[in-house]
């Protein structure tokens, strides 16, 4: 059975960093997308950051603050998050196996970490 465990959400201050990680279980995901997706309240979830292959993808809203990475060894993934803002805000959702380019369809999904920025 795969599991994906997120964990490093919290309430940080504006312009401040947290770094999340998901530790994924039952399945090796070297060769898939491995990424992040958020949702704040009353709005539709976003696509957020992937690393593919050496590659990272990232969401208009979040590039060059935020840095994902990966360790394929330790089937992880990590999201670095700095100069956060109010509006990143939100429940964070670790994913795997799904197109890094045109982030839709996934296939699994962790359980969310609340991001909160309070300003």
């Known amino acids: 059975q795969v599991q994906l465990v997120a964990s490093g959400g919290g309430l940080v201050q504006v312009g401040g960093s947290l770094r999340l990680s998901c530790a994924a279980s039952?399945?090796?995901?070297?060769?898939?997308?491995m990424g992040w997706f958020r949702q704040a309240p009353g709005k539709e979830r976003e696509f957020v950051a992937a690393?593919?292959?050496?590659?990272?993808y990232y969401g208009d809203s979040v590039k060059g603050r935020f840095t994902i990475s990966r360790d394929n060894a330790a089937n992880t993934v990590y999201l670095q998050m700095n100069s956060l803002k109010p509006e990143d805000t939100a429940i964070y959702y670790c994913?795997?196996?799904?197109?890094?380019?045109?982030?839709?369809?996934?296939?699994?999904w962790g359980q969310g970490t609340q991001v909160t920025v309070s300003s």
């Open positions: 994913a795997a196996d799904f197109n890094a380019v045109a982030p839709r369809r996934v296939g699994f």
């Open positions: 039952g399945r090796t995901f070297s060769s898939y997308a």
């Open positions: 690393a593919l292959l050496g590659r990272s």
